[in-house]
């Protein structure tokens, strides 16, 4: 399997620097019981950072890197099991921010022609395809493309139709660009510039569908489209999972501003703002990748690459932790912008009877799984209306981001998640919760249960899909509960 060599890095930051090596072979490096090995071609070799190498654990392989052929031998413990799975996904999300970061100030500015719908009418761009096939062709390149299975949520035949060339001439141009750019981000990219056909391909080889043996990626190229389209927040999501668990996950939010307290403005306040202050490793638009590895017990953020820096390994990154409050008083919760999909009213209802006094956090995409990952609010709640099924994309990679940093996320049965079912998220108890703490999450499952069937809470029982597929609103289906209490 390919990986850079920046997982190593953080290891032994004394050894991947940028410098010359004179000597063929080297004394083994010892710490934390790994052991490193590095045996060279040539008597003089420039190690730039990162590189691109293949790495099998216990066994000597070489490779061809952006500066000559060398070869690693490493015994991995378990404990770095995924890291270099990790280390490629989180330089493939940078890629991907950076594009969606240049896309989105040209189509904010624009009435799009750029921009269009799916079977759901929900709106998709260049931006969902371009970062589909950059991401697709950099596993496939990194770890062989029979090796690696991708779960996505764009379809190719949209792509395809009729009208749409125009569309699909922009979307070769931009990955091209974005492969061009991968250096800088310790990644080889293409020797040569790709045609229409392999960016088709690159595509539409996210054509698994899951399940609950062997291992696939899932991505979600941009999660929140309307968020990216109105100039707001949105995400990049990849997560790995294995035998139906979620072994990783990286969640790339380039509109996520630095200071908690920036979050309740619109995205375009920041914008004005970024004109009239000089930037800082602070500020705003400096955007985030937040990452964990099931098992590490740490979740972890660093800031987008901007301009035209090199990304050097841990890219001043911080470990984040969920907050450690546990007074619902004092607690914030997230939840969607839109109710197309989700109840506002049952959750408004919910947060007041467990006594959630602030007001609601909302945001698009999984930025909500990043503000609770990140300690800067503490509940997220969503229950899905009638007809609405939940997809493994929308929340595999939040998931184990914010278990890593030491919150629980459960549907509202208090069950994990199955991400084990194919594409949906099945057998979903009534909802999902996302929580800080044991503490708050344990409230909010006690409220859902003696809440569920209470009238005094301004919902209705059939909008949810769980429960029933009825299509009455809330006064035809309180007269059809009352009728039926009568006979």
């Known amino acids: 399997m390919s990986i850079s060599c920046a997982s190593f890095a953080a290891k032994f ?53 952006m500066e000559g052929q060398y070869q690693t031998t490493v015994a991995c413990p378990e404990a770095d099991k995924y890291q270099k799975e990790l280390d490629v996904s989180v330089r493939a999300i940078q890629m991907a921010c950076s594009l969606c970061q240049r896309l989105q100030e040209s189509l904010i500015s624009k009435t799009n022609s750029q921009i269009q719908s799916k079977d759901d009418d929900s709106p998709v761009t260049i931006a969902d395809w371009s970062v589909q096939a950059t991401v697709s062709w950099l596993l496939s390149e990194c770890f062989g493309s029979r090796n690696v299975s991708i779960v996505a949520e764009e379809d190719v035949q949209n792509l395809t139709k009729p009208g749409t060339a125009g569309l699909l001439e922009a979307v ?34 996210c054509n698994s569908k899951g399940g609950k043996t062997g291992r696939f990626w899932v991505l979600d190229p941009v999660d929140g489209t309307l968020g990216f389209v109105r100039g707001d927040q949105y995400a990049v999501a990849l997560a790995l999972i294995e035998d139906g668990e979620v072994v990783l996950g990286v969640l790339g939010c380039p509109n996520y501003p630095m200071k908690k307290e920036w979050l309740s403005y619109h995205h375009r306040y920041y914008r004005i703002i970024s004109k009239l202050t000089p930037p800082t490793s602070e500020s705003w638009d400096k955007g985030c990748v937040i990452y964990a590895r099931r098992g590490s017990g740490k979740a972890w953020m660093q800031p987008l690459l901007n301009g035209n820096k090199k990304l050097e390994w841990p890219n001043s990154a911080r470990p984040v932790q969920v907050s450690s409050i546990d007074n619902p008083s004092l607690a914030t919760f997230c939840e969607p912008v839109e109710k197309a999909n989700s109840s506002h009213s049952f959750t408004s209802g919910l947060a007041h009877s467990v006594g959630l006094r602030k007001q609601p956090l909302r945001v698009y995409s999984m930025v909500k799984y990043a503000a609770i990952a990140r300690g800067d609010a503490e509940i997220f709640m969503k229950f899905a209306r009638a007809g609405y099924k939940e997809k493994i994309w929308d929340h595999a990679a939040g998931v184990v981001i914010i278990q890593e940093a030491g919150g629980m996320v459960t549907d509202a049965g208090g069950r994990p998640l199955d991400f084990s079912k194919g594409i949906f998220l099945e057998g ?10 044991a503490k708050l999450h344990d409230r909010i499952i006690m409220a859902v249960d003696a809440s569920w069937n209470s009238s005094s809470l301004s919902w209705c029982p059939t909008i949810f899909s769980s429960f029933s597929t009825c299509k009455l609103d809330c006064r035809e289906h309180k007269l059809h509960q009352r009728t039926a209490e009568e006979k």
């Open 13 to 65: 930051p004394h050894v991947f620097g940028e410098r010359k090596w004179k000597n063929s072979s080297f004394t083994p490096i010892h710490l934390r019981g790994s052991f490193l090995f590095l045996n060279f071609h040539s008597r003089s070799c420039n190690i730039p950072f990162p590189n691109i190498v293949s790495v099998d654990s216990n066994r000597t392989r070489s490779c061809l890197t």
């Open 172 to 205: 070769v141009k931009t990955v091209n660009e974005c492969l061009a750019d991968a250096p800088r981000f310790g990644l080889i990219g293409p020797q040569m510039v790709l045609g229409t056909k392999e960016i088709l391909e690159a595509i539409s080889r």
């Open 428 to 437: 979903l108890d009534r909802g999902i919760i996302a929580c800080s703490g």
